[in-house]
């Protein structure tokens, strides 16, 4: 069978390596449920797949791993509730 | 022929990313509103999501993660209007006609790897589809 160039983004980055993933993008300390960001957070969200897009058109190493941080990135920040009420 | 599970399956791109269309294939136990939920428990099917679905006709069905986030907004874990936003400025060459959602939790690890993955490859290729990102929880 033909493969398909493939990225994954993972925030368990030592879970997913086991499998053996072609390209892994990491955005840093991301919680659980939060893969690109927050809810309705779309810079961020837009940010963290521009970059794993750009490790997808990376000319690299199968396997490789790559991480960033993301500073607007507080895990918790509830002001989508506030976007929410405000309609 | 069998692959050992100790190589990296890797295939290169062949095309820039400006002309690659992409599939969503998520483990996040994303799928439309409209069709059957989840196994929770466990289950290694899957469930096809058409390329022009609107985020608000998808939901998750997963125990193993806290998916409020996603209730809310499913860009969280499946970034289809993200995506679509990038194939609007050309940064991407557009969004494949089908993407994947699949629960990810299983005890059954033989079939995940000798039937389930590969069916579920075979669908992508069978596609518009010129790149995969993958998603989790």
Not at chain 1, 72 to 86: A, F, N, Q
Not at chain 2, 32 to 58: C, T
Not at chain 2, 124 to 131: P, S, V
């Amino acid at each position: 069978m033909v493969g398909i160039p493939t990225g994954l983004i993972s925030i368990v980055p030592e879970n997913s390596k086991q499998m053996g993933p072609p390209r892994i993008f990491t955005p840093k300390d991301f919680k659980l449920g939060n893969c690109l960001g927050g809810p309705f957070q779309v810079e961020l969200q837009r940010k963290v797949l521009r970059d794993a897009l750009s490790r997808w058109e990376a000319r690299e190493e199968a396997g490789t791993l790559w991480e960033r941080e993301y500073a607007e990135y507080t895990g918790y920040d509830d002001s989508w509730k506030k976007v929410l009420e405000e309609g | 022929m069998p692959m050992s599970r100790r190589c990296i399956p890797y295939t290169p791109r062949t095309r820039e990313l400006g002309q690659s269309v992409f599939a969503l294939v998520t483990t996040a136990g994303v799928h439309l509103r409209a069709q059957e939920p989840f196994e929770v428990a466990g289950d290694n099917s899957w469930r096809e999501i058409p390329g022009d679905v609107q985020a608000g006709d998808l939901m998750v069905t997963h125990d193993h993660y806290d998916h409020r986030d996603a209730d809310q907004d499913i860009n969280c874990v499946f970034p289809i209007d993200r995506l679509r936003e990038l194939a609007a400025g050309e940064v991407i060459g557009g969004v494949a006609e089908k993407h994947l959602g699949f629960m990810g939790f299983s005890q059954n690890l033989r079939d995940l790897y000798e039937r389930v993955a590969p069916e579920m490859a075979r669908i992508i290729l069978h596609t518009n589809a010129d790149a995969v990102l993958l998603t989790a929880g």
